[in-house]
């Protein structure tokens, strides 16, 4: 089995930073794909960024030149910088891994239980 944590959400101000952390544990053989989705109420979850395992990097429009994703494969953590942050940023962000366990299917998507994000004055 394979659980994610997330941290790094909460409250800030127009054009303020935050950072969100996750971490990935458990029954893990590889981790292929990592990334961060989110969704605002009333709206569909929607892509912000993903990382490769060769960290090739891939973001949503409205996020780019803002937010910057990294991983650290030796940590199984992948963060998500975000600066300059509006208000319609303000949603749940849900990391999200594809890993390879060490038993069970070849490849298995793994969602973390969410983290708010409020940008308001």
């Known amino acids: 089995q394979v659980q994610l944590v997330e941290s790094g959400g909460g409250l800030v101000q127009p054009g303020g930073s935050l950072r969100l952390s996750c971490a990935a544990s458990g029954s893990i053989l590889s981790i292929n794909d990592m990334g961060w989705y989110r969704q605002a109420p009333g709206d569909q979850r929607e892509l912000v960024a993903l990382i490769s395992s060769g960290s090739s990097a891939r973001y949503a429009d409205f996020v780019k030149g803002r937010f910057t994703i990294s991983r650290d494969d030796a940590k199984n953590m992948v963060y998500l910088q975000m600066n300059s942050l509006k208000p319609e940023d303000t949603a749940v962000y849900y990391c999200?891994?594809?890993?390879?366990?060490?038993?069970?299917?070849?490849?298995?998507?793994?969602w973390g239980q969410g983290t708010l994000v409020t940008v308001s004055s």
């Open positions: 999200y891994v594809l890993v390879a366990p060490r038993v069970g299917p070849r490849l298995l998507e793994v």
